[in-house]
């Protein structure tokens, strides 16, 4: 079982910012693409960002902009920069391994942080 642990979630105001993070096991991440997903309330698990190996990054349209992946290959960490948030932007996040970059993720999942952006 491939474990992934997130941080970094909670409550936002509008506007502001967070950092989410996920660390993964050395073994698999250097070599993965590694994604982030969310799901908000009533709504379909989507696919947010992803960060190939090599470093090119795909976004869906709603979070172009504002949200910036990246990863640490020594912390074995990836990482969402979320700016300018709104209140739609609250969901579980979720981080996931592996998968067809932009399209689609990989089979293991971490197991969520919410973050909640309201006044």
């Known amino acids: 079982q491939v474990q992934l642990v997130e941080s970094g979630g909670g409550l936002v105001q509008p506007g502001g910012s967070m950092r989410l993070s996920c660390v993964a096991p050395?073994?698999?991440?250097?070599?993965?693409?590694m994604n982030w997903y969310r799901q908000r309330p009533g709504k379909q698990r989507e696919l947010v960002a992803g960060?190939?190996?090599?470093?090119?990054?795909r976004y869906t349209d709603s979070v172009k902009g504002r949200f910036t992946i990246s990863r640490d290959n020594a912390k074995n960490t990836v990482y969402l920069q979320s700016n300018s948030l709104k209140p739609a932007d609250t969901a579980v996040y979720y981080c996931?391994?592996?998968?067809?970059?932009?399209?689609?993720?990989?089979?293991?999942w971490g197991k969520g942080t919410q973050v909640t952006v309201s006044s």
């Open positions: 050395e073994t698999i991440f250097s070599v993965s693409t």
């Open positions: 996931n391994v592996g998968g067809v970059l932009g399209v689609r993720g990989g089979a293991h």
């Open positions: 960060i190939s190996s090599g470093g090119i990054k």
